[in-house]
């Protein structure tokens, strides 16, 4: 993996879509080898069934769905296409088609295990296969798209929180030859192993947690790759990517480099100041007189024993400046992860309007601190860091007039239920941003759904694909959500204090030179 040596900037993979193959392209394309372009893996199912429903526009979507079935011999896209796709795109009051939702199922078919005679009991799950292929194609067609044209890196940016399409997003963006994955939100102990699996077409599997599970009771994920499309897609040989994990703190990356699977290749050490979902702060969770949560000098990592460790890392969280970055290189780092200055970009995947509104704000608003706040909205229950504006869920007006629903549910947790009379229990899945009532249902306590807010939804309206619906007696898009880092300095010093726009090569040249 010596190519990682030579990069200096990753580009950050933000929210669902913000990060989208444009923007990862144009930041591989410049200066390359010394940059990589990372597109975000979460939710692009989602994303990709409903540009489809939106006509295509470009028909970029179907093109990379095409060179998908072609590659490998099989029909897939086309079933996606088929299944999707509407010319000339939906009416604006039409709902989207959803796509199937990730769910897990015990390989017999039937959810349902008995009490106390599960001791170390091991339960395979899987997906339904339609949906397997689904995300396999549509990570293989983002990836793609950013690769097209140019030798420059292209990275895949997933979350370990997002637990169901983890292993099957890797192995798509893996068959379109992904310079490297990058996995956070959560301990990605063992992935860098699934890694070096998937590229020799082996099985993999991944333990998946389920709460109320008994004593004993495992319950692992299994993907062969060798049951998709009659084994086409394992006829070729993939090349190893490498694996990046994002920690906070150097106990971590000491834990993941003497992993008894396989070490990571490298390290983004995120403080938690970078946008979208961040480490708590360790010890009980103090707030401020603003409600933000109280870090302290332990939730600091330790730089040096990081560099001590000799596996590349890269800084990220208040990164984004020539100085910084020089900073970063001189306590080890092999360079820096910058985020929310992209986010702002004119390729960046957020809606015009949502990056017009963060610069009219910068005009008039000159404290950071008030504009991205750390939240407790994510059914994580990890902080997540919302930038504060009109008409989105950062509004408490907003999130009490929207009707709770879980109709994506990426976030969904995994549970067993209490055991019937006949002894049985049931697998079932829940989101704390759910309907209260089918939370509770579901061995939820009523206080866990206090201020969560729907993160799928939201994030999909902060890209334009958001789910039409009738609120207040309107057909409108469902309230965005928006993430961004707690600097905005970069943001403030590219658009001129928010009076003008910036591209791609400002960033570049800014944090890199001419």
Known sequence: MEFLHKIKLIQGGMGVYVSNWRLARTVANEKPGTTAGTVS????????????????????????????????GVAIGRKIFERYFIE???????????SPMQTVHMQNGVDVLSAGQNQDMQVTLEMEPDTVELVIATAFAEVWLAKEGHEGNIFINLM??????????????MLAGVGAIIVGAGNPDGLAAVCSKLANQETVSMELPVLYRESGETFQLTFDPKSVADGKLAAQPIKKPAFLAIVSQETLVKTLAQSTSEAPDGFIIEHHTAGGHNAGPQ?????????????????EPDLQAISDIGIPF??????????????????????????????????????????????????????????VQTTLFSPTGFPFKVVQ?????SEETVYNIRTRVCDIGLLQ?????KAAEDGTRRLFQRCSAAPIEDFIRKRGLPNNTANKRCLCNGLLST????????????????????TLGNHLQGIRRLSRQGQTSYWVKDVIADILGD
């Open 41 to 72: 893996g979460t939710g692009l199912d989602v994303v990709y069934v409903r540009l489809l429903q939106l006509g295509d526009p470009g028909g970029h979507v179907r093109r990379a769905l095409a060179a998908f079935d072609e590659q490998f």
């Open 88 to 98: 000339g795109g939906k009416s604006p009051s039409s709902k989207f088609k959803y």
């Open 160 to 173: 370990k929180k997002v637990e169901i399409p983890l292993i099957f997003a890797m192995y798509g963006a």
């Open 283 to 299: 010890g009980p969770m103090k707030t401020d007189d603003l409600g933000q949560p109280v870090y302290s000098e332990i939730d």
């Open 314 to 371: 890269w800084l990220a969280g208040g990164y984004g400046s020539r100085e910084k970055l020089a900073l970063a290189m001189e306590a080890g780092a092999t360079g820096v992860q910058v985020g929310s200055t992209f986010a702002l970009t004119e390729e960046s995947g957020m809606k015009p309007e949502y990056r017009t509104a963060i610069l009219k704000e910068l005009k008039t608003n000159m404290d950071d601190a008030s504009m």
């Open 389 to 393: 504006l009109d008409g989105t869920l």
């Open 413 to 417: 947790q995994r549970g067993i239920s």
């Open 463 to 482: 890209v334009g694909l958001g789910q039409a619906g009738i609120r207040n007696g309107e057909m409108k898009e469902e309230p965005a959500i928006i």
